[in-house]
Nanobody, 122 residues
Framework: QVQLVESGGGLVQAGGSLRLSCAASGRTFNTYAMGWFRQAPGKEREFVAAITWSGSMKYYSDSVKGRFTISRDNAKNTVYLQMNSLKPEDTAVYYC???????????????WGQGTQVTVSS
């Protein structure tokens, strides 16, 4: 069982930066791949980024590649999403999730946080 709690969301102007954190409970955090997803009003939840349990491999959606960076600190049971050059279309609730395999689809993830709101003003 893994419990996830996101933090770091907020309101930022276009072009600005935010860093999201996701703190995990449970001693098996370092066995899970971790992902970030987002959901805008009226839209389906979409993949943003994923990282393997060791941090050796990362994968990004085309919409955030080159602007967002996923990382993890297994000693702190935390995964991060550094978001730079933010755009109004990045506005959404951001969720972190844990999966037994390294995937980019919602249905591959077993555990989810409650989400944190990111709003980018133009």
């Amino acid at each position: 069982q893994v419990q996830l709690v996101e933090s770091g969301g907020g309101l930022v102007q276009a072009g600005g930066s935010l860093r999201l954190s996701c703190a995990a409970s449970g001693r098996t955090f370092n066995t899970y791949a971790m992902g970030w997803f987002r959901q805008a009003p009226g839209k389906e939840r979409e993949f943003v980024a994923a990282i393997t349990w060791s941090g050796s491999m990362k994968y990004y959606s085309d919409s955030v590649k080159g602007r967002f960076t996923i990382s993890r600190d297994n000693a702190k049971n935390t995964v991060y999403l550094q978001m730079n050059s933010l755009k109004p279309e990045d506005t959404a609730v951001y969720y972190c999730a844990a999966a037994g395999t390294f995937r980019a689809t919602v249905d591959a993830y077993d555990y989810w946080g409650q989400g944190t709101q990111v709003t980018v003003s133009s």
